[in-house]
């Protein structure tokens, strides 16, 4: 089906049907009500191959994460698509499990598709990926890093403040043997350097064998807490770096027989939906996850749409701690 058959179902030229479908031009509402019949009649739909083609747009918008099982980035996509949905723009999500070759293949593949943009949540890991020329029209939202990319804006949620709150708030509550349970290598460097800092001013000797990783699973961060709750002298309390691996280490303590928070304190990072299911009720920081795939979608739409064509701009979120049950 055609738009020459649709202007011809409805009595109009080819010219005012497509005036119709793309509501750039007026047309007199009588008429479109007409093309619009002739439309739902002949059952057009608008070949969008075509439409990109021409106008050299995709209206779609690559979101690449880690791992798209964990809550906090199922929230970002949400925040995103809700600031890009009244432009009428889509998203799709690349999965990346974390893997540099993977990061690289999904960007190249979604730059090779035409998007009109790229959402990258993935940050720590965002100097892995190189562009070339023709790569560096594409405007790419960085969250949690910055990108050697010259349309690259940046959303970083304030994660070593937050994480210093986090450990600071234990020492105040008492707690003497402070353990972490950090992301994997070259993760989380910033929630790990607010812990440390948070440490050291409350004057909170932490050995090695207190700081041990987990890989940002309810999963991993069981095996930690096991690992934790093996040593000759228990930590008292347990900062995760994020709530997935909370979960973990608090059905540890469950399994345990531990009272939470007055045989182990544990708090995590995220704010997670699940963060106020589990029981008790977890301390946790903050991560505004809708909030950071919303400015995502703003700084994007902003470059896309030709508002904005200067250098890369940087939004700090802050992550603020909220007080539960299990410290």
């Given at each position: 089906m055609?738009?020459?058959?649709?202007?011809?179902?409805a009595?109009?030229?080819?010219?005012?049907?497509?005036?119709?479908l793309?509501?750039?031009?007026?047309?007199?509402?009588?008429?479109?009500?007409?093309?619009?019949?002739a439309?739902?009649?002949?059952g057009?739909?608008?070949?969008?191959?075509?439409?990109?083609?021409?106008t050299?747009?995709?209206?779609?918008?690559?979101?690449v994460?880690?791992?798209?099982?964990?809550?906090?980035?199922?929230?970002?996509?949400?925040?995103?698509?809700?600031?890009?949905?009244?432009a009428?723009?889509?998203?799709?999500v690349?999965?990346?499990?974390?893997?540099?070759?993977?990061?690289r293949?999904?960007?190249?593949?979604?730059l090779?598709?035409?998007?009109?943009?790229?959402?990258?949540?993935?940050?720590?890991?965002?100097?892995?990926?190189?562009?070339g020329?023709?790569?560096?029209q594409?405007?790419?939202?960085?969250?949690?890093?910055?990108?050697?990319?010259?349309?690259?804006?940046?959303?970083?949620?304030?994660?070593?403040t937050?994480?210093?709150?986090?450990?600071?708030?234990?020492?105040?509550?008492?707690?003497?043997?402070?353990?972490?349970?950090q992301?994997?290598p070259?993760?989380?460097?910033?929630?790990?350097?607010?812990?440390r800092?948070?440490?050291?001013?409350?004057k909170r000797?932490?050995?090695?064998?207190?700081?041990?990783?987990?890989?940002w699973?309810?999963?991993?961060?069981?095996?930690?807490?096991?690992t934790?709750?093996?040593?000759?002298?228990?930590?008292?309390?347990?900062?995760?770096a994020?709530?997935l691996?909370?979960?973990g280490?608090?059905?540890?303590?469950?399994?345990?027989?531990?009272?939470?928070?007055?045989?182990?304190?544990?708090?995590?990072?995220?704010?997670?939906?699940?963060?106020?299911?589990?029981?008790p009720g977890?301390t946790?920081?903050?991560?505004?996850?809708?909030?950071?795939?919303?400015?995502?979608?703003?700084?994007l739409m902003?470059?896309?749409?030709?508002?904005?064509?200067?250098?890369?701009?940087?939004?700090v979120?802050?992550?603020?701690?909220?007080e539960?049950?299990?410290?």
């Amino acid at each position: 089906m055609t738009i020459a058959q649709v202007a011809s179902r409805a009595g109009v030229s080819p010219t005012t049907v497509s005036h119709v479908l793309s509501g750039k031009r007026a047309v007199a509402v009588a008429t479109r009500g007409t093309v619009i019949n002739a439309i739902r009649e002949l059952g057009y739909r608008p070949n969008i191959v075509a439409r990109n083609l021409r106008t050299r747009q995709s209206h779609m918008i690559a979101v690449v994460v880690p791992d798209i099982t964990n809550p906090f980035y199922a929230v970002l996509t949400r925040g995103l698509a809700d600031a890009v949905d009244a432009a009428g723009h889509g998203t799709y999500v690349c999965n990346t499990d974390g893997q540099h070759d993977r990061e690289r293949r999904f960007f190249q593949d979604a730059l090779d598709r035409g998007v009109d943009g790229i959402v990258f949540a993935s940050g720590e890991t965002a100097s892995q990926v190189t562009f070339g020329e023709a790569d560096k029209q594409t405007p790419i939202i960085c969250i949690g890093d910055q990108l050697d990319h010259p349309l690259c804006d940046a959303v970083i949620p304030d994660d070593e403040t937050g994480s210093r709150a986090a450990a600071s708030f234990l020492a105040s509550r008492g707690y003497q043997r402070i353990a972490m349970i950090q992301g994997p290598p070259h993760y989380g460097a910033a929630r790990t350097a607010g812990f440390r800092s948070a440490m050291q001013a409350a004057k909170r000797k932490v050995p090695a064998e207190r700081m041990v990783r987990g890989d940002w699973t309810r999963k991993g961060g069981y095996e930690a807490m096991k690992t934790l709750m093996a040593l000759e002298v228990r930590p008292d309390a347990v900062f995760c770096a994020n709530d997935l691996m909370a979960i973990g280490a608090l059905d540890v303590a469950h399994e345990l027989g531990l009272s939470v928070p007055q045989d182990v304190a544990i708090v995590g990072f995220d704010d997670v939906d699940a963060a106020t299911i589990v029981t008790p009720g977890l301390t946790t920081v903050r991560n505004p996850a809708y909030e950071a795939g919303g400015t995502a979608g703003d700084l994007l739409m902003s470059r896309m749409s030709g508002r904005y064509t200067g250098a890369g701009r940087t939004v700090v979120l802050p992550c603020p701690l909220i007080e539960r049950g299990t410290a």
